[in-house]
């Protein structure tokens, strides 16, 4: 075998013989120019650190491992609403027990609970991570007793808040893999108007609406990665365990409540007009009316308007929930047909001024179509009800309930809808943490619903095109453009907190989802993408997978190596520019030789067209490996074929920040 250095002298030799003009372009030019190569193969191609150590909890293959464990938190919760609040506006007062499970290895003094409505304090952490003063503030969550039960009772126990967390000190350590303990929170707090974000109260035309989330102190998770997780809560979403709901919530007789789960006391909260109504919703794939428009100011249409009422809601696997209650809310039903034979029932709640056709009077045939087609495309839907509420607080996502605009209407309502609900599987079914890696929980879900709009009625509403997908209408492999040319754009692989509002769109949500999109279509193609990404949702239904498990199970099962798009579309903001650099013909063979060349860092399988001077042309698919060895490949046209145009991507499927150098007129056209 020849030495290395006399075949690297050997290969000099012979590219200084045959020149550039007959035998194709070469890494000999960038010497010759003096300057380096933007693209670097072993760059490119080193190999990626996932950044997280396969162990016996996390498997190689990106599923949860032989012994995964999981902590558990079932709740239950009886709450009370109180419109006038002792004359300081509306409060929500309650008492919660929950039952924690520690199923780790590990030995726990402490229990951490979150405290999501801290954030409404005027000192919380979120109110000076916004960067601007917010218009009002509440006390955040009253804690009115902390105690844990004993063989004596419950007794109270010593406890530290810090700001959106508080630390309950345990009198006696939880045993590892399997102790349990019993935790009793009772408090109060005020709901935040409008300015209250994801959650608030707000005013419909005729009353008042109470959008109700983070209304309940929330276990934190205790993981296998870090131990007690306790980011505070400062904009950022959330991260949960997982366990069974028992909530009752009392509130105005007036009032409807929907509330995510299945309402498990119908008899007692409404009249047997609705309760007849809803059960044919049950059997009925056109939207049934409960309580129609022109009934909300029946007093007929409650079973006690001048009292209060008790709702009692069910939910179990599920990570959250959430409910919304008004005296001015219609409300609808139809059944979803889920795989299987199961069913699930759509709702939807909006006041009078949100009725029509052409706005919420859709809402629930959106709700049905969104949950049927992600179960057949995806994985199936859980819960007994999915549920969408337009209210004071829009845009907003839990398990089986979503928080929609009143004002919402066509496309607009549909795609929010779609969006919203969509969640479900990310990161409500797929527990995601969404405090760190928002772009799981957004840009995955962002890239589901994109589908949904190509399907839904035959593409009534597609292709979808709005500030979270291809602001603007184009094309998005040409609206991604802007951000992978930003120098302060952030990668994708950075903590979601850090991301301002200006690239929060850009990078959270479309960026991320168009790195899944190309992923399935122009990377791995369907066939291998879906089954990849249908096990992997499958495999971590009610469990908290980590970006790395998510690289992990689609390398194993899709049988790519894909550390160069890790590397390039996540862990940087790398850009992408491929060019045909040069024709070349070989009079004396008849062969005509098409060098493609890398002109930056990030890298893509890509089809080259050649156009024949006979009309025909052929297509060329060049893998990603095309560039694992030297920043250009060589495309050889066989003898009696004349080349007369050389094109990349002329579908216009990859976002190539430079299109000028994707054709190029073969020589003696």
């Given amino acids: 075998m020849p030495h290395p250095a006399s075949r690297l002298r050997r290969a000099l030799l012979a590219a200084a013989l045959c020149g550039l003009t007959s035998c194709g372009w070469s890494s000999l030019a960038f010497a010759q120019s003096g300057q380096a190569p933007t693209y670097q193969p072993r760059e490119t191609f080193a190999p990626f650190d996932m950044g997280q150590a396969v162990n016996p909890y996390r498997s190689p293959n990106g599923l949860p491992g032989p012994a995964y464990w999981q902590n558990r938190a079932d709740y239950a919760i009886h709450a009370k609403l109180d419109e006038k609040g002792a004359g300081q506006g509306p409060i929500l007062s309650a008492s919660e027990d929950i039952d924690y499970t ?23 952490r979120g109110s000076f991570a916004g960067g601007r003063p917010r218009p009002a503030s509440t006390d955040g969550f009253v804690l009115d007793g902390v105690e844990v039960e004993t063989k004596s009772g419950f007794i109270p126990v010593h406890s530290l808040v810090s700001d959106t967390r508080l630390r309950v000190d345990l009198p006696a350590a939880l045993a590892p893999k399997g102790g349990k303990a019993k935790l009793r929170i009772r408090y109060h707090f005020a709901i935040p108007g409008k300015w209250g974000g994801r959650m608030s109260w707000g005013v419909a035309k005729d009353g008042p609406i109470y959008d109700m989330a983070q209304w309940y102190p929330r276990m934190a998770v205790y993981d296998d990665l870090r131990g007690w997780d306790t980011l505070p809560y400062i904009g950022q979403e959330f991260y949960l365990e997982y366990g069974n709901f028992d909530y009752w919530v009392t509130a105005p007789g007036t009032m409807l409540v929907a509330g995510s789960g299945e309402l498990m006391n119908p008899q007692e909260v409404l009249t047997a007009t609705q309760r007849a109504r809803l059960e044919k919703a049950r059997s009925s794939d056109a939207t049934v009316m409960i309580r129609s428009p022109q009934e909300i100011t029946d007093p007929a249409s409650r079973p006690n308007p001048g009292g209060s009422l008790t709702w009692h809601f069910h939910m179990n696997d599920t990570r959250d929930v959430a409910f919304s209650a008004s005296s001015v809310f219609a409300w609808d039903a139809a ?19 949100s009725q029509g056709n052409d706005r919420w009077g859709r809402s629930t045939e959106y709700v049905k179509d969104t949950v049927e087609r992600m179960s057949q495309r995806w994985s199936v839907y859980p ?39 969509g969640h479900s599987w990310f990161p409500m079914i797929v527990g995601f943490d969404e405090r760190r890696d928002a772009w799981m ?19 009534e509403y597609a292709p979808k095109r709005d500030s979270e997908f291809a602001p603007g209408g184009g094309n998005p492999v040409d609206e991604i453009l802007p951000t992978l040319a930003d120098p302060a754009a952030p990668p994708i692989l950075s903590r979601a907190d850090t991301i301002i509002e200006k690239y929060r769109h850009p990078v959270t949500y479309f960026k991320s989802a168009l790195g899944l999109k190309l992923l399935r279509e122009e990377i791995l193609g369907p066939d291998r993408f879906d089954p990849a990404f249908r096990r992997f949702i499958d495999a971590w239904r009610f469990k908290h997978p980590k970006p790395a498990d998510f690289f992990r199970a689609m390398e194993s099962e899709s049988g790519e190596d894909l550390s160069w798009w890790w590397r390039g579309w996540y862990q940087n903001n790398w850009q992408l520019d491929l060019g045909v650099d040069r024709i070349t013909p070989d009079a004396a063979k008849g062969s005509t030789a098409i060098t493609v060349a890398s002109h930056d860092r990030l890298i893509m399988p890509v089809t080259l067209r050649v156009d024949f001077r006979d009309g025909t042309h052929r297509d060329y698919r060049l893998p990603a490996e ?20 050389a094109t990349l991507d002329p579908e216009h499927r990859i976002p190539d920040r430079d299109r000028s150098n994707d054709s190029m007129v073969a020589p003696g056209q």
Avoid: C
């Avoid at 607080?393 to 609900?421: C, M, N, Q, R």
């Avoid at 920043?631 to 009696?640: A, L, M, S, V």
């Fill in 441 to 459: 929980d957004e840009g995955f879900n962002t890239f589901i619903d994109t589908y949904e709009s190509d399907d839904f009625n035959k593409g």
């Fill in 383 to 421: 819960w007994p009800a999915a549920i969408n509420v337009a209210g004071p607080s829009s845009g907003i996502e839990y398990p089986g309930i979503v928080f929609d605009g009143i004002e919402d209407a066509g496309k607009t309502l549909f795609w929010i809808t779609a969006h919203e609900i």
């Fill in 335 to 353: 059944r979803i047909n889920l795989p299987g034979g199961k069913t699930s029932l759509a709702m939807s709640f909006y006041p009078a001024e």
């Fill in 626 to 645: 095309s560039w694992i060895r030297q920043p250009f490949t060589t495309i050889t046209i066989e003898p009696g074929k004349q080349v007369a145009r």
């Fill in 102 to 124: 520690n199923n780790s290895p590990d030995t726990l003094d402490v229990l951490w609970v979150q405290l999501d409505q801290n954030i409404y304090k005027a000192d919380s």
